[in-house]
């Protein structure tokens, strides 16, 4: 059972979010929202609609100081503190079903949240090919790419 809210290392509670799909997950996913912006969001729930429609587990949760999580308003002290909470956040994710394929999706500053720690954590990933995802909101012409 994935508990809720999410401790923080100096103890703010982080507000959590799992939905997942009616069959089997076929893997999990962590959205992760942008500045000013929360894990509820219009934009937040359409996607994770969507890809539990296709038997994706989606967990989310607040950044620190916004939306439902504690913490003075969109301020952190360092990006470091970020990072820690995003990786408290990955290490609960993976102990559910920890055998399922695990993506990291972030809109905006989310994304940016994402690739951050993607590049500054490569062995916390199964799959060590290094390859992202580089597309805008509204590109049709989304690409994969590979980090480098």
């Known amino acids: 059972m994935f508990l809720t809210p999410l401790k923080t ?3 703010l509670a982080l507000h959590t979010l ?4 009616i069959e089997q997950p076929v893997a999990k996913v962590i959205l992760i929202h942008g500045f000013g912006d929360h894990s509820e969001a219009l ?8 890809l539990v429609a ?3 587990a989606v967990y989310s949760f607040d950044l620190r100081g916004h939306g439902q999580s504690e913490g003075q308003r969109m301020f952190v002290q360092n990006w470091d503190e970020i990072g820690t909470d995003v990786g408290s956040f990955v ?4 102990q559910e079903a920890p055998a399922l394929p695990l993506f990291l999706v972030g809109l905006s500053m989310g994304g940016l949240i994402a690739l ?4 500054n954590n490569p062995s916390r990933y ?10 805008g ?12």
Do not use: Q, W
Not at 43 to 50: M, V
Not at 116 to 119: C, M, S
Not at 126 to 135: E, F, K, M, R
């Open 9 to 11: 290392v100096d103890g």
């Open 18 to 21: 799992v939905t997942e799909p």
């Open 43 to 50: 934009p937040y729930r359409n996607l994770t609609r969507h």
């Open 54 to 56: 296709h038997n994706f």
């Open 91 to 94: 290490d609960c994710v993976r």
């Open 116 to 119: 951050n720690y993607g590049l």
């Open 126 to 135: 199964t799959d060590p090919s290094g390859h992202s995802v580089d597309c």
């Open 137 to 148: 909101p509204y590109d049709p012409n989304c690409r994969a790419g590979k980090i480098v």
